[in-house]
Each structure stands twice: as structure tokens, then as C-alpha cells.
């Protein structure tokens, strides 16, 4: 029998290890485009203390070990590009605290957003944390793996940078506490202690993140999305730019796509605005409808797309339906807000050449600060010939991203070298040696962030 | 090739010029209304090309039968005075174009039912008073294949509704149909108001949705059980296209036992939901619709309704929510006609 299978079974019991071919095969894959990639064993664990046995037991065997959340970050990142094991931490998924006043929740990092957000409906219908949009499924630790952003990334920034602490399994095995956690306070924040966070961002590649405590923001009563809509692609950056000087939205998308046809060619903004009465939604929708927008309004370039609509969480794509055979994937990308009209109109010219309709979307993060651009590419599962063009729509998307000035978000190995090629070499080095001191046998989700090639 | 038959004559020879000076959003004394539908007439500028609401009620104040709202629409679109932002228009003439598939046509025997472009609205379509109807379309991909066009009215583009209506027609034909209960004002009024008007022809009978279900609740008549609501109807602008049949608001109401409450904006008087006037481009619309909208509702709960009754999904989906939240349940008619007859509604 397998050793490391043997040993795995040891820590976590028989029900949550296993090296059969059809539990393999299932963990092979992920919704993008990415090829399969098998890991030769999948644990589940369901504590800190057996993530870190796994860790160890992976260091003494050489055996590479990749952690998996939902599974939803599309872009191949939780696949096991060189086997190993396929560390599935949706076991860990229990709320362990939530401090009301000081508004944080200390989780396990395998809890889905989905159970979070129902869990805080439920019990605190007056806090919110800031949900991605992706499906429900997606975890908190996964999500801030990859500094993810949600709906309320226009007041309050990345979701990563709502961590109040963190526990860490290093991956030579040390549980680690960084915050106001690690000299035995709550966990309250994250500053003012020396910085010596090295996993947000890192795809797993420097520790397995295990507890998460995560900033909670005040949830208004009353929850709306209101249009705005625009045919002028260059008036966006001047748009988010008044409205985000007003600050009177939770969130704010602009985005457009080929199909359904009234989209195509109009720019639509989505304005979440919240309250606890009608008389503060009105005071903010005066603000920002009757203000800001009026003039543009009057001047016939631009109008109240709708009226208003409760606002769905999660807003997941739809985009997916575009082809027969419901595949997408989508480029992610940091950018300066200005570069809105450009990364709107060279996508559609990707996705024209590649016979794929256009679905491009910016999140506003911060006070404009950047946006997250997304260009989304549908295929066909089933047809080889669309999975290619994705492909490829994908690549082309990731070298435009840096013409334009952009970073790219959640890479996949192919950005990430990109980025890696264009690095700052000091910077390079400082990463190389994180990464060699954190990770000596290398074996922590190894191929991405692959500092040592 | 369509052509708007609008009789001058009647306007240089009417008296009371009733499509201006009743209209409730443009004050207009006689005088000044004389001399802007001869400006209307005539392609000049009108400050009513500018300031309608495009509410429709022109339409059905005027008592010679002349189409008033059509002309206005027409010189707003001859005289590109629009009463919506661009990328409105823009947005909502594609919102019409078909794009997922052709139509399935089968041949229906009987009577049908048409719900235009609303197929989310079949689940009203279920129990006793819709049997015997055949339903020509509940497939949401194709629902635009059924689009009756006439939104374009709000839209200033009389050309969009003039090149795409005789296809929808023909789509309908194709069923074979002789006999359409049309679920929607909106397209009642496009097949008996707006079609004749243009000289569109249309080789099948529509019947209105509340003739329809009046003739049906008759028929099921024992098994009504009085409602005892108290209820306010919100009146869609689409069915100033086809008020003879107002006539069966209150012809329901008196059949199911519900008091249709004396109300200062009902009949002749209704307001318009707000909807369109919210994203109109004139200063202040938005606050405009709210008021209205304020209007409306405070005087539905003054007059003690305890329902609101809709027949339009886009009068229900503006006010429907401010409505529930005054604490008056907004329900479709044809839910209060199933709840009428003890069904259990969607
Ligand atoms: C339709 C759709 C919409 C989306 N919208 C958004 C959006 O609005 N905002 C957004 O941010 N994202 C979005 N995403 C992307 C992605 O789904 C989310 O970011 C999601 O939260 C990722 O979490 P996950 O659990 O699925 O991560 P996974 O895909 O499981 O993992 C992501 C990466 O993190 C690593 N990892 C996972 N868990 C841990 C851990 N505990 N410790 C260390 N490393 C770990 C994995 O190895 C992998 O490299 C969307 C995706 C889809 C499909
Ligand atoms: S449209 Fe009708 S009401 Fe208006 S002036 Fe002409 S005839 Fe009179
Ligand atoms: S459509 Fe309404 S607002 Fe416009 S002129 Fe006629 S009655 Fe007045």
C-alpha cells in the first residue's frame, strides 16, 4: 500500500483521504480552460494541527502539496500543475468568533462566502462582509489568497486588505499567528505590528492560510442597484470619478457586452445604494442621479437605466451561456480607471477575432484608486476548437493587460511569467528569497509563482 | 409605406381640443392648445413635443377618435426632439431584436393567448379561467418574436414600431390564429389601436384580457366567493388605447366582490406610473416621478384600498414595491380574479 496514502489516512481518517482514480479525476480539472492536471492523493482535513501533519508529512516525502478552496478561481491556480496532493480545505469551515462592536468574524479559511453571508443574514442581519462575485461556494481563504475584491470594494478597497489577522500553516509545519492575535489580543487588526504577511497574493505558494478574522461593515436595511447607462465609452473614467466623489454607493461596475444586443455598444454602470430608511436612500440617490449625473442626463448622453432592483448576491456571470456548452474564463486585471476605454474596445477586438462575444466589466476599487477590468471569453466544453480560441483570447488579454499599463489579477502561470519577465529584478529577488526561506523543498503549490525557474 | 391616418379637419374644427387641455402634465389653456396642435400639425416646434410625458392619455381625451399621441410621437421623431437620452434609445431599440433562435410555430386550434414579450408572466396564466386557451409563446429565448413594439412610443421612434410590426404580426398569423386574448394593454392597443391607425392589417380578432376573463368569470360564476377587499386599480398608460374596455375594471370588480375605491385619480384622471418619465431628459424628471408616484399611492391609501391591482408588468415592477410598502398588497388582476374563484395564485 501507498505510504503517503497510508500516512494521509492516518491523519484524517479513511472518508477524507483518497488516491482513486475517480476521486482524482474529479479534482483534475477546474471550470476554465486550463488542462487537466491529476493529483496523486486528496486530503481533506478538518483542523490547523492536521494541515500541518499533511505539511510535514509532504516535506518528508518531497511531495508537493496544493491548497484547494471552491475551486472557483478558474484561471487552473488550484490545479496540481505537478501532482501531489490536492489539499481540500472545505472541512474547515466554521465561524469560531464574531465581535459585533468591533465588527470582525474569525473564521476558518475554508468557509464558502455563501455560509457566511447566510450565517450573518441569519444571525447579524446588520453586518456584511464584502462578497465576491463569484459563485457561492468560494471560499474566504481562497478568496484572499488572491487579493479577490467584492461588493463592497468601492468604500472599502481589496478584500484582502479587510484582514484583521491571520493563522498560517508555514510550509515547514509551524502554525503561525500574525495580527493582534499573535501576542494573545483579539483579533482586531492587523497593524501596527511589524509587516511579515507573505501569503495574500501568493496562491497558496507560501503557507496554507487557516483562520482568517475579516473586517465586517455595516448592513443597510434597504438594498438597491440602480443604472446608469452611457453610449460614450470615454465618459466612464469621468463618471466613477464624480460619482466616487460623492461616495454614496457600495459598489459601483461599469460593464458591457455583445450579447443580449441592447447591451452591445452601451456602457451601463450599476450603482448599489443602500440605507436603513427611505429617506437616506433618497438622500443619496439625489446626490448621485440629481447631482452628479444630471448634467449628462439633460445633455441626452447619458440616463437612469432602470428602476431600481433589489440587489442579488452574489452577482455571478452570466456570461457562461454565451456558447453552447457553458465554459468561461475570464482575465482579471488591476488598472488606472482611465484606461477604461481602451481595455473596452481592444477587448472586443480580441474577442472579435476569436469569434467570441464580448463581456468586459470594471469594479471600481477604492476611491477609484484602480478598477478590477475583466474580460470574459465563453466556450464550449465539448468543442476543442472554441476551448483553443479562449485559450489564446486569454493570452492576448494578458500581454494586453501590461500595454496598458495594468497588473494583472490572479494570473495563471502563463501572466504570471509575463509579470515575473517584467519585474523589477530587485523585486524579483526579494520574492526569491521569501519564497526559498519560507518554502526550502519547494513544495507548496509549486509552478505557480515559480520564482526559481 | 405605413402611414398615419390623422385627420386635420377634426383639430381645425374641434371645439374643445380636449387631447391638450385635459392632459394633466402640460397645462394648457384653450387658447394656447389651439395653437400648438396647428404647430404640431404643421412639423413646427411645440413646447408640448418637448414637455409631453408621453403618458398616452392624449389618446383616448380626444373624442373624435384622431390620434394625437401618435402625431406628437411622429414630430418628435420628424423634428429629433426626444424626450429620452440617447443611450436609451439606443439601449431600448435593440432591447426588441430577437437573438436566440427563431420562433416555434404551431398551428393552434381555438382561441390564443398571447403575452408578448412577458413570458415570465405565464405563471399567472395557470387554473380554471384560462382553460380552452392556447398559450402561443411562454419561451423566454423567444419572447421578442411576440413584441408588440409600441414601447417605441415613449421612445419618440414611430420608425422602429412601423418596421418591426408586421413581421410580429405575421409571427402571430403563423399560428393560424383567428381569435388573440392578448395579456397585455399594450398589445391590445397595438393590434386594434395603433395597427388601423398606420394602416398595418391584422388578419386576426384580439380580444382584451379583462373582456376576456369578465366573459369567463361569468361562466364560473358559482364558484366565486366574494372578495371583500377594498382595491385601487393601477391603469397602465397602454389602456388609453382601448378605453371602451375600461368598462370591465369595474365589471370584475363588481363580479368578485371587490369595492373599487372612489378615488381622485382613477378613470379618465389615472396617473401614470412613473416609469418612463423617471429616465426622461427633461430637468427634474426623476424628481417629477417620485412626486407623481407620491400622488398616486397617497391617494390610493386615502381612499382606504387595501389591494392595488395591475394588469402591466412594468407598472407593477415601478410602484409595485412603494405600493407594499404603504401597506397595500400589489397583485395582477388576473391573480385577484383566481383568488376570486378560491385558486391559490402564484
Ligand atoms: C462567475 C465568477 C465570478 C467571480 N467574481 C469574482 C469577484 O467578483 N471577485 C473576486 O475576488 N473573485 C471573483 N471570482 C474568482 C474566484 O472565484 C473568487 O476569487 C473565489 O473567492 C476564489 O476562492 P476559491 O475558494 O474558489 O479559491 P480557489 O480557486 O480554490 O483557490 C484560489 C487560489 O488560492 C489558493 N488557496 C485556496 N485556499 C487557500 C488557503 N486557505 N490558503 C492558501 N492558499 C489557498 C489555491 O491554491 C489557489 O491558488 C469569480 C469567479 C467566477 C467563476
Ligand atoms: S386631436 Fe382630437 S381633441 Fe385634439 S384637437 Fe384634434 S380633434 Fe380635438
Ligand atoms: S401623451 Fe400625455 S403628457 Fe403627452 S400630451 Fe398627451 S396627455 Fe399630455
Redesign the interface.
Known sequence: MDAVYQALVKIVGEDYASNRPEELFTYSKDLGTSEPKFPDYVAAPKTAEEVQKIILLANKKKVPVVPLGGGMSLAGLALPLQGGIALDLKRMDQIIELNEKARYVVVEAGISNGKLTAYLHKHYPHLMHSEPGAPPAATIGGNIAIHGQGDMAHPYGFNSDMVNGMEVVLPTGEICKFGSCSIGSGWYTLHPLPDIGLFLGWNGSTGIITKISLRLFPCKKIREMDLFVVEDEGLIPDLLYELTHVGMAEDLIAFTSAIPPFMDGVHHISMNITGDTEEEMEFKRHLLLDGKLARYIQDGTGGIGAVSQDIQRPQISKSADWKKGGGFEYVGSIMPVTAYPECYRRGAEISTRHNIPYTVLGRVIGSAHAMMFSWSYAFNRADPETVRHAREALHETDSLVLELGGTIWKPAVFGQKLMMDRMDSNTLQMMKKVKNLLDPNGIMNPGNWEVNE | MFQLKFDETKCFACETNDCLTKCQYLKIDPDTAKIEIKKIINKKDSFVLHECVTCYACEEYCPTGNHPFYLIVQRQEELNI?P?????I???I??G?P?RGEPDIQEIKGPALNLGVFSSLATLTRGKLFEGLTLMSADSRKMFHYFCQLMYLHFGRISVINERLEKIIETIAAHKVKEVVHFHDECYGTYTSYAPAFGFAVPFKSIHLFEYLYNRLKELKSEIKPLNFKVAYQRPCSSRLSSDKYQFVDKIFDLIGAEHVKREYVGENALCCG?TI??Q???????FS?DLQKKNIDDMQRAGAQICVFNCPACM??IGKPVA?KGMMPVFMSDLCRLAIGEKTS
Open positions: 426626444l429620452l437620452p440617447d443611450p436609451l439606443k439601449r431600448g435593440r432591447i431584436i437573438f416609469g423617471l429616465g431628459k427633461k430637468k427634474g424628471s426623476r424628481q417620485l415592477q415601478t410598502k
